[in-house]
């Protein structure tokens, strides 16, 4: 079939516009473009014309898949791009943006690509003198190469989300964060209570002080004592919004976790005993045999004077001092 050249640039640019709209970033056999009824006939000498045109504007890029040629339309406003490459890197650019945020092994790009390794080598090292595409880690094939497009950033499947720095397990910063949420959770689990004083009223025996102490210590005491159940029913336990809300309002990292990221710290310490799941799985509360160990105590709390109700009676030359504290002396033995 004889057309002329206007007729043939209307076809081109018809052809252009119903590939754009109706397969934008889609790979398009020939049947495929004969199938949008642009071309007169189904006539297959005028769609080569046509797309040969649309390939030397670089309006289409060519792949070869399984040996067949397949086309993708490019926007007008990539066109700026592709005038820098040439046809090889062009193909592999577009190869490379069409596996998005998962990024391409190269393995893979060489067998969609079905040319030579040193040609795909000589357009990635283009590509990326131009900043067009990066290599990136994936911490689940630390071994592949993958590319993806500068702009992008690789999803978490890839980068292991928050907990990886650089493709290594970033075991501190879980220690902290977990001691974090921990502590966080247990603020909102109990009801601290003051421990009782007595107030220093004129003189007391050692045997009156004795007693006091022993009955407020007691054996096995610890500031886990202090800390007072919820009522039941009580409906207000932290959900992961709220300790991720909080872990990232302390600026300990510039990591920013996300609900996933929480959830999943939050799961580890329920499988270490320190937190339980309630209200069906939605919420997260303090297990309270878990704080026994004294991990919550700190340096003052630990000793006998942080937690002993006749503290303002001690001094020396009185009935209870640090000279003759005989809980003092056992603390220091340990």
Known sequence: ??????????????????????????????????????????????????????????????FLENQTPKWKVNSKEDIEKYKSMGADEAMIYTYIENSGRDGLWTRTLKSKANIHQSVITRCIKALENKGLIKSVFNVKAPTQKVYMLTSLAPTEQMTGGPWYQEGELDEDFIRLMSELAHKYVVSRSFVEVQAK?????????????????????????????????????????????????????????????????????????????????????????????????????????????????????????GPVSASNCEYFKKWLEI
């Open 1 to 62: 079939m004889e057309v002329d050249d206007p007729t043939i640039q209307q076809l081109t640019d018809a052809l252009y516009d119903k590939c754009h709209i109706k397969y934008s970033g889609k790979l398009l056999d020939q049947d495929e473009l004969l199938a949008l009824g642009v071309i007169p006939g189904d006539d297959a000498g005028v769609l080569m014309e046509c797309v040969n045109t649309l390939l030397s504007k670089r309006l289409l890029t060519l």
């Open 197 to 317: 004083r007595v107030a220093k009223k004129g003189k007391m025996s050692r045997a009156q002080a004795s007693k006091e102490r022993d009955q407020a210590l007691g054996t096995n005491h610890s500031s886990v004592m202090d800390l007072l159940p919820l009522p039941p029913g009580y409906q207000n336990y932290p959900k992961p919004p709220e300790v991720r809300k909080h872990l990232n309002s302390l600026n300990v990292s510039q990591v920013t976790l996300d609900d996933k990221a929480t959830s999943t710290l939050l799961d580890v310490l329920c499988y270490d005993g320190k937190l339980e799941k309630v209200m069906n799985g939605t919420s997260y509360k303090a297990v309270r045999s878990a704080l026994i160990d004294g991990t919550q105590d700190n340096g003052f709390t630990e000793a006998p004077c942080g937690r002993c109700p006749v503290f303002n009676l001690c001094e020396e030359g």
